[in-house]
T-cell receptor, first 111, second 108 residues
């Protein structure tokens, strides 16, 4: 089935140790998003790619970076994770005329 | 005031009851999404609406563009329907503005 796959499902990282979360899609959607969701809060958009064009939200910390090497893959890099970065990270895709498809998320724990 | 408002914030019902969750929005939209999130889980897209009504199994979603209002209905509710239901307005390049979510609990 066409889908959005996030790996890993759970990630534990040490305070300050760089970590990369990955997202892949088989839908061939041109837009890919990274959201951060903290407990009992709505997802917060970090950035999105429209094809290769990177769009950063104004309030996304510099600690968060992203790469999209091709249509299918998108990565979220957290350069120096802090305790406040512990959250669920959601990848999503969309394309004109199609709805959103979300991945299952990666729950990040910072120790 | 949030751009997307949902009501109620919490809803508890007995199995079999008819459920309605409401969503009002104040922004211009290209589409309105209903999403489902189980505790600790990822998000599942239920519906994308730009007009009228859609039905999938026991779920029905309606939208009134003029009134900027949408509803999600669940018929013959079941405990497995217990989840957070999120209304989200799509703007521009499908950027989503989320409501605060409705936590639904269906008791057996």
């Amino acid at each position: 089935d066409a889908m959005v796959i996030q790996n890993p499902r759970y990630q534990v990282t040490q305070f300050g140790k760089p970590v990369t979360l990955s997202c892949s899609q088989t839908l061939n959607h041109n837009v890919m998003y990274w959201y951060q969701q903290k407990s009992s809060q709505a997802p917060k958009l970090l950035f999105h790619y429209y094809d290769k064009d990177f769009n950063n939200e104004a309030d996304t910390p510099d600690n968060f970076q992203s790469r999209r090497p091709n249509t299918s893959f998108c990565f979220l890099d957290i350069r120096s994770p802090g305790l406040g970065d512990a959250a669920m990270y959601l990848c999503a895709t969309s394309s004109t005329g199609y709805g959103y498809t979300f991945g299952s998320g990666t729950r990040l724990t910072v120790v | 005031k949030n751009e997307v408002e949902q009501s109620p914030q919490n809803l508890t019902a007995q199995e079999g009851e008819f459920i309605t969750i409401n969503c009002s929005y104040s922004v211009g939209i290209s589409a309105l999404h209903w999403l489902q999130q189980h505790p600790g889980g990822g998000i599942v897209s239920l519906f994308m609406l730009s007009s009228g009504k859609k039905k999938h199994g026991r779920l029905i979603a309606t939208i009134n563009i003029q009134e900027k209002h949408s509803s999600l209905h669940i018929t013959a509710s079941h405990p497995r329907d217990s989840a957070v239901y999120i209304c989200a307005a799509a703007q521009g390049a499908q950027k989503l503005v989320f409501g605060q979510g409705t936590r639904l609990t269906i008791n057996p």
